[in-house]
């Protein structure tokens, strides 16, 4: 089972900063990362799949880059919308694994 | 516009089976690739439980493997999730997902289309 983490654990960030979040595979799940945002209450929202491509509609400040083992989500600037938990998640050999979550909260 | 939606009882005893329904519309599920069980234990992160492939194929979450059976009714456009012998530490949200398709035909590894979720709580 590939094992996925993430940090910071929580990011305390103002609006207009720069997000950076990580996540990082146990082994390598090569350009096959997704990443996730979620608010209370609500399922999680496809952001970007495939390390570097946003999905649908999904606003150009949010890009993700890496591959391999070692992944970034950047959050270019942040919108008042943006705050909330963060997931990364890899597909390989048809055994899905989540990564734990980033908060990202109103400094 | 494709739409999932989850249904089946709120509440079940420990030690009896979970069973929940993923009713899919706008959308044939025997076109789609797979189909998956997310749950998320209230307050804490999100957990595979496992996937469906058009060829029959399953796939599960091994914490999970032994207690878990998913299905598919292409007469009703649904499938479905069975947790067996079921504890406090299966209460949860149980979300049903479906696959982003890029140009709308290509699966990819990334679950873009969610059920609003379903709470169920374990408790006797």
């Known amino acids: 089972e590939i094992v996925l983490t993430q940090s910071p654990a929580t990011l305390s960030l103002s609006p207009g900063e720069r997000a950076t979040l990580s996540c990082r595979a146990s082994?390598?799940?090569?350009?096959?990362l997704a990443w996730y945002q979620q608010k209370p209450g609500q399922a999680p929202r496809l952001l970007i799949y495939?390390?570097?491509n946003r999905a649908t509609g999904i606003p150009a400040r949010f890009s993700g880059s890496g591959s391999g083992t070692d992944f970034t989500l950047t959050i270019s600037s942040l919108e008042p919308e943006d705050f909330a938990v963060y997931y990364c998640?890899?597909?390989?050999?048809?055994?899905?694994?989540f990564g734990p979550g980033t908060k990202v909260d109103i400094k | 516009q494709v739409q999932l939606q989850e249904s089946g009882p709120g509440l079940v005893k420990p030690s009896e089976t979970l069973s929940l329904t993923c009713a899919v519309s706008?959308?044939?599920?025997?076109?789609?690739?797979?189909w998956g069980w997310i749950r998320q234990p209230p307050g804490k992160g999100l957990e595979w439980i496992g996937s469906?492939?058009?060829?029959?194929?399953?796939y599960y979450n091994p914490s999970l493997k032994s207690r878990v059976t998913i299905s598919v009714d292409t007469s009703k456009n649904q499938f479905s999730l069975k947790l067996s012998s079921v504890t406090a530490a299966d209460t949860a949200v149980y979300y049903c997902?479906?696959?982003?398709?890029?140009?709308?035909?290509?699966?990819?590894?990334?679950?873009?289309?969610w059920g609003q979720g379903t709470m169920v709580t374990v408790s006797s």
């Open positions: 997902a479906r696959p982003f398709m890029v140009r709308g035909v290509i699966p990819t590894d990334a679950f873009d289309i």
């Open positions: 706008g959308y044939s599920i025997s076109s789609g690739y797979y």
């Open positions: 469906i492939y058009h060829s029959g194929s399953t």
């Open positions: 082994q390598s799940v090569s350009s096959y």
């Open positions: 495939d390390a570097s």
């Open positions: 998640q890899q597909r390989s050999n048809r055994e899905v694994t």
